[in-house]
């Protein structure tokens, strides 16, 4: 009997505690984590990001002016932590611009751009599940995900040329907070773009600053690992290792992306001030005449619903 009423406390225990960490906003971003299959999720995500919009940054790289080039490289370097021999290798590795105008053409220009829509339809399937907005297909979805890509090639030219403006010294501080705030905003704008408009602006702010900070730490801190493990990995494996060190970096900054998504929502529906304050006072974060959520899950999640595939793939 001692034996069961400990038990019994134990489990009456967890049940408070549980009790307890479901009244808090993080859980509820868990629960929002697992709901999207986060997991299978960051998986595609980092894929598609290596085949398709890895290749259309070097490919447009080759195709424009050569100060354009240089500013698009130094800023995927910094956000990838490349430098010195690190640098070089991932460099190495790819051919020179002369030899992908040639190989590639403006046809394969256009094509490259064309596939790598597949990264932003897996990017934007991502916001729609985390919103439980109806799945989106068509013409629109292509030419919504052209246009972002444009507008994150057109941020990557700005902020390295903005780095190699800022020299050393002082200036590196001025470029952080400029890339910063640079950086909130294209993810801002990446989630009012990619959910069609139909949620609010400023109830989208908590993705942007989110994301931000969190793609600006993980290149940070990336800056401090990536060096070491393109270095080994090229030892190892030659150009393959280099590939994976690649990927291994971009499924990290899936996660950043996904645990934006997810808090984005969970914030805006809160009962409480800090959701008021980020629906204005509105009892709604959707746009009028927008569509109507979905509906949450009936059941019980558990972390083996992050590994799941969703039938809309």
């Known amino acids: 009997m001692t034996g069961r009423s400990g038990i019994s406390e134990v489990r009456e225990r967890i049940a408070r505690l549980r009790t307890w960490l479901e009244r808090l906003l993080i859980w509820r971003v868990w629960e929002r984590m697992l709901e999207i299959e986060f997991v299978d999720r960051s998986v595609a995500l980092a894929g598609k990001a290596f085949v398709s919009f890895?290749?259309?940054v070097i490919v447009v790289a080759a195709f424009v002016p050569e100060g354009t080039r240089a500013s698009i490289v130094s800023a995927v370097a910094a956000r990838l932590g490349l430098?010195?021999?690190?640098?070089?290798?991932?460099?190495?590795?790819?051919?020179?611009?002369?030899?992908?105008?040639?190989a590639t053409g403006l046809f394969g220009l256009v094509l490259t751009i064309f596939f790598a829509t597949s990264f932003t339809t897996a990017l934007?399937?991502?916001?729609?599940?985390?919103?439980?907005?109806p799945p989106n297909s068509g013409v629109n979805t292509y030419w919504r995900g052209a246009t972002w890509l444009l507008v994150v090639l057109v941020s990557l030219a700005l902020l390295g040329g903005l780095r190699d403006a800022a020299g050393e010294g002082?200036?590196?501080?001025v470029w952080a907070v400029m890339a910063l705030a640079v950086n909130v905003g294209l993810w801002w704008f990446t989630a009012w773009w990619l959910l069609l408009g139909n949620v609010r602006v400023r109830v989208l702010a908590p993705t942007g600053v989110i994301t931000g900070i969190a793609m600006a730490g993980y290149a940070l801190s990336a800056s401090v690992w990536m060096p070491q493990v393109v270095a080994s990995n090229e030892a190892q494996f030659g150009f393959f290792?280099?590939?994976?060190?690649?990927?291994?970096?971009?499924?990290?900054?899936?996660?950043?992306?996904l645990v934006g998504?997810?808090?984005?929502?969970?914030?805006?529906?809160?009962?409480?001030?800090l959701g008021g304050f980020i629906r204005g006072g509105e009892p709604r974060a959707l746009n009028?005449?927008?569509?109507?959520e979905l509906p949450?899950?009936?059941?019980?999640?558990?972390?083996?619903?992050?590994?799941?595939t969703g039938e809309d793939e």
């Open 170 to 173: 002082a200036g590196i501080v």
């Open 296 to 308: 949450p899950p009936t059941r019980d999640l558990s972390l083996r619903d992050a590994f799941r």
């Open 241 to 257: 290792g280099v590939a994976l060190a690649l990927v291994t970096w971009f499924s990290g900054a899936a996660i950043c992306i």
């Open 288 to 292: 009028a005449g927008a569509p109507p």
């Open 83 to 102: 430098r010195g021999d690190a640098f070089s290798l991932v460099q190495s590795s790819i051919a020179s611009s002369d030899d992908i105008r040639r």
């Open 124 to 133: 934007q399937r991502v916001y729609l599940r985390a919103w439980r907005r």
């Open 261 to 273: 998504a997810c808090a984005g929502p969970v914030f805006a529906e809160d009962t409480g001030r």
């Open 54 to 56: 890895f290749p259309l």
